[in-house]
Nanobody, 126 residues
């Protein structure tokens, strides 16, 4: 069974930074794509960043482009999300996800990701 475990969430002031981590129970090389989703109160879950494990191409939602960076460390079986210049609009539960097939959609469709973490809370005070 594949498990994804997020960490690094917390409370920060607007303009601050956080780095989220997602440790996978097997090599990240076994996935085609990994992504970060988030869900704010009363809003639908949205894909905000995605990386192709084989090649490293990335996708960012317009709301985070230029502020967030997604990376993966194969040696540590870990996915990261560096979040800079945070605003109150970034307050949400953040989820790590992985997909073991080459099919993708833009923006990332949560229905196409078959492995999920439990989520980590990010709260930004303005």
């Amino acid at each position: 069974q594949v498990q994804l475990t997020e960490s690094g969430g917390g409370s920060v002031q607007a303009g601050g930074s956080l780095r989220l981590s997602c440790v996978a129970s097997r090599s990240t090389y076994s996935f085609y794509y990994m992504a970060w989703f988030r869900q704010a109160p009363e809003k639908e879950r949205e894909g905000i960043a995605e990386i192709a494990i084989r090649g490293g191409s990335t996708f960012y939602a317009d709301s985070v482009k230029g502020r967030f960076t997604i990376t993966e460390d194969r040696a540590k079986s870990t996915l990261y999300l560096q979040m800079n210049n945070l605003t109150s609009e970034d307050t949400a539960i953040y989820y790590c996800a992985a997909k073991g097939s080459p099919l993708r959609s833009v923006p990332p469709d949560e229905a196409r990701f078959n492995y999920w973490g439990q989520g980590t809370q990010v709260t930004v005070s303005s």
